[in-house]
């Protein structure tokens, strides 16, 4: 099957900067997109970041501005560049990815918690 390994996330100061970095691995025949969703305390998992098949990526209302997320199709990975972290930043982030692999069209990554505290 295929697995996502995340990684970069952890305890930031608000305005800090973090960087999130998520690799498939396994039998792939395709990716057509990826994402990151977040689970913030007391809320519901939402889409942070997404960008599609076609290069057009998607950002949270939120987030915009500050989040840029780009992919390397060569190497199957996709990350996150956080800017301007805010407290409300702080979740757990989970890597999507949606395509053609062997066994399954969807995967997720385990999820890596950023917290943005002062």
């Known amino acids: 099957q295929v697995q996502l390994v995340e990684s970069g996330g952890g305890l930031v100061q608000p305005g800090e900067s973090l960087r999130l970095s998520c690799a498939a691995s396994g039998i792939i025949f395709s990716i057509n997109h990826m994402g990151w969703y977040r689970q913030a305390p007391g809320k519901e998992r939402e889409l942070a970041a997404i960008?599609?098949?076609?290069?057009?990526?998607n950002y949270a209302g939120s987030v915009k501005g500050r989040f840029f997320i780009s992919r390397d199709n060569a190497k199957n990975t996709v990350n996150l560049q956080m800017n301007s972290l805010k407290p409300e930043d702080t979740a757990v982030y989970y890597c999507n990815a949606r395509g053609d692999f062997a066994g399954s069209r969807e995967v997720w990554g385990q999820g890596t918690l950023v917290t943005v505290s002062s």
């Open positions: 960008i599609t098949s076609d290069g057009r990526t």
